[in-house]
């Protein structure tokens, strides 16, 4: 599932014939799930966003996902995003949900101008550096979530929920060229977390809007994969992030 620490890939396989139509099959699959989760914890089903997460997967894939009319997906790399967007249409709904490094920040938003959220900002450098890029560029302020390491390994990105208020106000308040959307979290190290990993990622949610003095509405959770989203929307998830079970296993290619 969505490993952060593999290495930046630069080709892409080509889509095999007996792929086609599969991704779609199993996206409405996807959905109904979604739906049904929604329906047993009493929420809406439209108000829970599922992000595609097509990383390694060629673009054509992604197209028949869109054309099955899911519009919203998540890279975990700027170099991948950078090549595929501009194949796919305007209106895709793109969201990068892999470690940032400072460097990258430019290309990304320069690259991607229909990015429509950075799911994974951790620390104020990145967050100061994301909001003079999107000054510079000029384009319409930048959805972002606050990153929260809930597990407490130290390979996972994410500042500490003791510190999650305090990155939050430097987003909110300080950087005018961000929008403050919420929090996300990745899971345990085999990508399955534990509802103590979700119920943190929550309390760290009340903290904030709390100190923000704003309704929990205004604060989504990005939380839940592949492996556990029925888990994350049962405990409160408004975004989750599904890959291999759309996509299939990851492709990645041969050495």
């Known amino acids: 599932m969505e490993d952060e620490t593999e290495p930046e890939v630069e080709k892409f396989p080509m889509a095999s014939s007996a792929m086609e139509g599969v991704a779609a099959t199993a996206l409405r699959s996807v ?4 739906q049904k989760v929604a329906e047993k914890s009493g929420r809406q089903s439209d108000r829970i966003r599922v992000v595609a997460v097509s990383k390694t ?8 996902v869109y054309d099955a009319g899911h519009h919203c997906f998540g890279e975990n790399y ?23 490094q400072s460097n990258k920040v430019k290309p990304l938003l320069a690259g991607v101008p229909n990015l429509a959220m950075v799911e994974t900002v951790d620390d104020e450098k990145i967050a100061n550096h994301l909001d003079r ?36 106000k430097h987003v909110s308040l300080g950087c005018p060229n961000l929008e403050f959307c ?14 103590e990993n979700f119920k943190t990622l ?6 904030v809007c709390k100190a923000l003095g704003i309704q929990e509405e205004q604060c989504e959770l990005s939380m839940g994969m592949s492996g556990d ?13 599904i890959g291999s079970t759309i996509f299939g296993p990851r492709e990645y290619p041969e050495k």
């Not at 919420?182 to 509802?195: A, N, R």
Request: glycine fraction near 6%; charged fraction near 20%; include cysteine.
């Open 202 to 207: 929550s309390n760290c949610r009340t903290e």
């Open 133 to 168: 890029a999107v000054a510079t560029i000029g384009r319409q302020p930048l959805k972002v979530f606050v990153q929260v390491n809930t597990s407490g390994e130290v390979s996972k990105s994410g500042v500490e929920p003791s510190a999650c208020v305090e990155l939050v």
């Open 57 to 64: 997967k060629p673009v054509s894939v992604i197209r028949e």
């Open 78 to 100: 700027v170099q991948e995003l950078v090549e595929k967007a501009p194949q796919l249409p305007e209106d895709t709904e793109w969201h990068f949900i892999g470690n940032l």
């Open 182 to 195: 919420g929090l996300m979290t990745i899971g345990m190290l085999d990508y399955t977390s534990t509802p």
């Open 229 to 241: 989203f029925e888990l994350a929307i049962e405990m409160g998830s408004t975004n989750v992030r």
């Open 31 to 34: 959905l109904l799930r979604v």
